[in-house]
């Protein structure tokens, strides 16, 4: 494979096509704050525009640092499954250690976008939103996500679908219930 993955036609195709629909998902929500904004703008009702002035502002400031992130794949996972998944209240950080080698991004994002997909349709079953918290830190050859989520779900029945590639999935208990991450370390 020297070094590079090449993506078929067939997954291209995917990849487009759930960025059409992330798109078509922006644009729907940002058209109901907008007409939300009006409006209360029209029934000058202005004491009530600040809250949704200010849930768009964090909005943009919350996807102004995850598209910074030094991983343009990881941003796009981050902030397609934000915009997805409405019910999951994302707290994202990511910290480079060093710079990951394309393959080890790759897992890396594939670990992400399966992680955060399950967290999500578990969302679309709740009355509340789910607030998660995850962290992620690359090195050369490997990733370590972490994540706190007061949810029940087998992690370690998802983790297995990853254990062929060497991700080894770790739970800690911690104060307010347990704390996951895994780990994975490619071969050079």
Known sequence: MNGHRRT?????????EDSLEVLRIYRHDLMNQVQLLQAYS??????RL?????????????HT???????SMVSY???????????LQLHVSYEQQEEPTEAAEWLAVRLLGSLLDSLGETSKTLLEPLPIDVWIVSFRQGYEIGWFADVPH???AWAMAFAGE??????????????????FQLQE
């Open 154 to 156: 087998d992690w370690a």
């Open 8 to 16: 078929s036609a067939p997954d291209m195709r995917a990849m487009m």
């Open 65 to 71: 640092e995850w598209s910074a992130i030094p991983s």
């Open 42 to 47: 029209q029934l000058k009702k202005y004491e």
């Open 77 to 87: 996972v981050v902030l397609s499954r934000d915009i997805k998944f409405q019910m």
């Open 50 to 62: 600040n809250d949704p002035i200010q849930a768009l502002v964090k909005e943009a400031q919350r």
């Open 166 to 183: 060497g991700v080894e999935l770790v739970q800690e208990p911690v104060e307010d219930g347990i704390e996951y991450r895994v780990r």
